[in-house]
């Protein structure tokens, strides 16, 4: 049998094979390296422990702010952050707000601005929210602020991470 | 698909004399395991060749995880080891690697011993051979430390009193290498990872080359 009657030649058996061999190999190589490139976008986000931050009967309807420690794990190093929320009661209905202004992140306070009583006041570009976070048309932020998840426990108000109120 | 986008290619830049010049050479019947088994020991450089871009490979990407900072090296190490998937795989390979590179890097030096290959014309390039052997071995000194444990740390306070005894100028190659008159501390800790991540490895790839050209302008050596 000649060369010609094969459908597969010789030189493309070997083509074949020795591309399949040299690509399983370096396949083999660097899977272990991209997979440890990409963990942090594969990484399953933690559960954040709730924290204790007031007590019931410290709140009232005017928002305060209270601070919030917790841990954060930053791979090999661990911080104790220090956070504050504007927390106030709704009713019977506790709520936490992030004071981090959704326009860019500056910091805002409750009626920081004397002409703009009842409302959050951000220094940063005059962003301003309302007593429940709705931000006000024509300021720069463009959603509400952050609401913490909160549960209430033996008459201590425990919050969790701050989620987006949209 | 492919073939067009090389044709493409080829037609305005005609790459393909810059691969073939890489790619084509003659493969001596005596260097040929296929012809002689005996022959795979003419192997054992291109082995070193294929663990050192190992080495380049996992070693970039250990970096993303590894700071050399005397509070964070160990945990950053712990972390990417035992937190990271397939940290320990890499790190691995790394560490184990850099055995294998020296001792692939040996079994090749024996062969052209033996083989006589390092005989004129070719004495430069064993002059080069040589100067990878120490860069090598240099790579595998600083990178030791690195982990900053205590097996490292000791390892290097040995290796700088072997250095300090050197006559007359130990005492100053030892500041050199520790970066600080007494101890061995933060600055020892940088100024390795410097020497492990960018001199050695760049000095080394200037090597290569040189000891590549070289094989390429004078052949592969005769038979016994
Ligand atoms: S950051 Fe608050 S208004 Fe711009």
Redesign the pocket.
């Given at each position: 049998m000649s060369e010609k009657e094969h459908n597969v030649s010789r030189r493309q058996f070997l083509t074949y094979t020795l591309t399949g061999v040299g690509g399983f190999m370096a396949a083999g190589m660097l899977m272990p390296m991209v997979r440890m490139a990409v963990d942090p976008v594969l990484e399953v986000g933690a559960e954040g422990d709730m924290v204790a931050v007031a007590d019931l009967d410290e709140l009232t309807e005017e928002p305060q702010s209270f601070p919030l420690n917790f841990e954060q794990d930053d791979g090999w190093y661990e911080a104790e952050i220090e956070e504050t929320a504007w927390i106030y009661l709704d009713g019977d209905d506790v709520v936490a707000l992030s004071p981090e202004?959704t326009?860019?992140?500056?910091t805002?306070n409750w009626e920081a601005n004397e002409d703009e009583p009842e409302r959050f006041f951000?220094p940063?570009?005059?962003?301003l929210f309302e007593r429940d976070g709705t931000n006000v048309p024509n300021?720069?932020?463009t959603e509400p602020l952050h609401r913490y998840e909160h549960e209430v426990r033996d008459g201590t108000v425990y919050l969790g991470r701050p989620q987006p109120q949209v | 698909m492919l073939q067009r986008i090389y044709d493409w290619v080829d037609e305005r830049m005609d790459i393909t004399p810059l691969w073939r010049d890489i790619a084509d050479h003659e493969v001596p019947e005596h260097v040929n395991p296929a012809h002689h088994f005996s022959a795979f020991v003419y192997c054992f450089g291109g082995l070193t060749f294929f663990t050192v871009v190992i080495q380049f490979l996992s070693g970039m990407f250990l970096t993303m995880y590894y700071v050399p900072d005397i509070i964070n090296a160990y945990e950053s190490v712990m972390y990417l080891q035992s937190e990271v998937a397939f940290g320990m795989i890499v790190r691995g390979m790394h560490h184990w690697g850099a055995s294998v590179v020296i001792v692939m890097m040996f079994l090749h030096t024996l062969r052209v011993f033996f083989t006589g290959a390092y005989k004129k014309p070719r004495e430069l390039n064993w002059v080069v051979g040589v100067l990878i052997f120490f860069v090598i071995l240099g790579l595998g000194f600083t990178g030791y430390l690195l982990p900053w444990d205590m097996k490292a740390y000791f390892a290097t306070v040995v290796a700088l009193e072997i250095a300090e005894s050197v006559p007359v100028v130990g005492e100053m190659i030892r500041v050199l290498l520790a970066g600080h008159e007494e101890l061995l501390g933060a600055q020892t800790l940088t100024r390795f990872f410097a020497i492990h991540v960018f001199f050695l490895p760049g000095a080394l790839l200037g090597l290569l080359a040189a000891h590549f050209i070289m094989i390429r302008r004078q052949g592969i050596s005769g038979p016994l």
């Amino acid at each position: 049998m000649s060369e010609k009657e094969h459908n597969v030649s010789r030189r493309q058996f070997l083509t074949y094979t020795l591309t399949g061999v040299g690509g399983f190999m370096a396949a083999g190589m660097l899977m272990p390296m991209v997979r440890m490139a990409v963990d942090p976008v594969l990484e399953v986000g933690a559960e954040g422990d709730m924290v204790a931050v007031a007590d019931l009967d410290e709140l009232t309807e005017e928002p305060q702010s209270f601070p919030l420690n917790f841990e954060q794990d930053d791979g090999w190093y661990e911080a104790e952050i220090e956070e504050t929320a504007w927390i106030y009661l709704d009713g019977d209905d506790v709520v936490a707000l992030s004071p981090e202004c959704t326009h860019l992140g500056c910091t805002v306070n409750w009626e920081a601005n004397e002409d703009e009583p009842e409302r959050f006041f951000c220094p940063c570009h005059f962003g301003l929210f309302e007593r429940d976070g709705t931000n006000v048309p024509n300021t720069p932020p463009t959603e509400p602020l952050h609401r913490y998840e909160h549960e209430v426990r033996d008459g201590t108000v425990y919050l969790g991470r701050p989620q987006p109120q949209v | 698909m492919l073939q067009r986008i090389y044709d493409w290619v080829d037609e305005r830049m005609d790459i393909t004399p810059l691969w073939r010049d890489i790619a084509d050479h003659e493969v001596p019947e005596h260097v040929n395991p296929a012809h002689h088994f005996s022959a795979f020991v003419y192997c054992f450089g291109g082995l070193t060749f294929f663990t050192v871009v190992i080495q380049f490979l996992s070693g970039m990407f250990l970096t993303m995880y590894y700071v050399p900072d005397i509070i964070n090296a160990y945990e950053s190490v712990m972390y990417l080891q035992s937190e990271v998937a397939f940290g320990m795989i890499v790190r691995g390979m790394h560490h184990w690697g850099a055995s294998v590179v020296i001792v692939m890097m040996f079994l090749h030096t024996l062969r052209v011993f033996f083989t006589g290959a390092y005989k004129k014309p070719r004495e430069l390039n064993w002059v080069v051979g040589v100067l990878i052997f120490f860069v090598i071995l240099g790579l595998g000194f600083t990178g030791y430390l690195l982990p900053w444990d205590m097996k490292a740390y000791f390892a290097t306070v040995v290796a700088l009193e072997i250095a300090e005894s050197v006559p007359v100028v130990g005492e100053m190659i030892r500041v050199l290498l520790a970066g600080h008159e007494e101890l061995l501390g933060a600055q020892t800790l940088t100024r390795f990872f410097a020497i492990h991540v960018f001199f050695l490895p760049g000095a080394l790839l200037g090597l290569l080359a040189a000891h590549f050209i070289m094989i390429r302008r004078q052949g592969i050596s005769g038979p016994l």
